[in-house]
């Protein structure tokens, strides 16, 4: 039942909300959201491991697939549109599914949600295989449309993960691993974009961003995977090339233009004093690990 639910629960803190003013408003709710970063810590362990599985599978030839109706949809689509800008990877490698489709992005699709065959038909469309991972986004823990989802993952024997912000859900009875932020009441009760979303976007960002760097996408925490295609990346490649080789802006700028803009093979090219081509046989080696090519005795 809904009302069972701690995201559906009135938050005593902010039953009068109503008669507060906008900086009482601000300070609140700031107060609230100051217990998610402890909600999400507790579930630390459980992310580390969901990221090494979602690295393993990237080895592995398999991808990351987020799935969600509602908030918990578009945050999934939010999170996988983020990464190819950012870690220069693939658009299909993490892809987002919102129940209701791309219009759900930004309109209500009613009751699309509850339809568990829109999760399947959802799956198979992007060809969905044993390779991949399953991350299922509900806040309730109890939505049809990704409950459905996580089922035929595991039919298909696939790694699943769960993400909820309650403790009594159906998802940790399906998934291999349930990730659960126990956030509380929301300041407008059942208003889970709110406290519910943040805590979410938190995790996602967690498991992206670490299974992107266990791959081998970041030196330290520079985005050195990166391929120059607009003027503003260009500039951020120059400037770190120009950190790793001591190369002057003049210098560092035909150095990118004959490695056709790929960062990581540039810092090679120079670091290792071989060619472009030989550089990037290099980071195919080592699975495209920069550090490690750059440690290995030339």
């Known amino acids: 039942m809904l009302d069972r639910l701690t995201t559906e629960q009135s938050n005593p803190h902010s039953d009068q909300i109503d008669s507060m003013n906008s900086l009482e408003i601000v300070q609140l709710m700031n107060a609230e959201d100051a217990k998610i970063t402890a909600a999400v810590e507790k579930e630390a362990k459980t992310i580390a491991t969901a990221i090494d599985l979602i690295a393993n599978a990237f080895l ?153 760097v266990r791959i081998g996408k970041t030196y330290g925490n520079l985005m050195v995977d990166l391929r120059a295609t607009n003027e503003k990346l260009v500039d951020r490649s120059i400037r770190i090339l120009m950190a790793f080789t001591n190369l002057s802006r003049e210098e560092a700028e035909p150095v990118l233009a004959s490695c056709k803009g790929e960062l990581k093979t540039a810092i090679v090219h120079v670091m290792r004093r071989v060619s472009p081509e030989t550089a990037r046989e290099l980071l195919k080696q080592t699975q495209g690990h920069l550090r490690q090519v750059l440690e290995e005795t030339a």
């Open 60 to 212: 592995k030839g398999g991808r990351l697939i987020y799935m969600g109706a509602g908030t918990s949809g578009r945050l999934g689509v939010l999170d996988a549109s983020e990464c190819p800008p950012t870690f220069n990877s693939p658009p299909e490698l993490v892809v987002g599914l919102i129940a209701g489709g791309e219009s759900a992005l930004t309109s209500a699709i009613e009751g699309a949600e509850d339809h568990p065959e829109f999760a399947i038909a959802d799956l198979n469309q992007i060809d969905f295989h044993q390779n991949d991972v399953l991350v299922g986004i509900a806040t309730s823990g109890r939505t049809p449309y990704v409950i459905a989802g996580l089922k035929y993952a595991q039919e298909q024997g696939a790694q699943t993960i769960a993400i909820t912000c309650n403790q009594e859900n159906q998802l940790a009875e399906i998934a291999n691993l349930t990730i659960c932020p126990i956030v509380g009441p929301e300041v407008i009760t059942g208003s889970t974009r709110l406290k519910a979303g943040t805590a979410t976007k938190m995790v996602l960002n967690m498991l992206t961003t670490g299974a992107m």
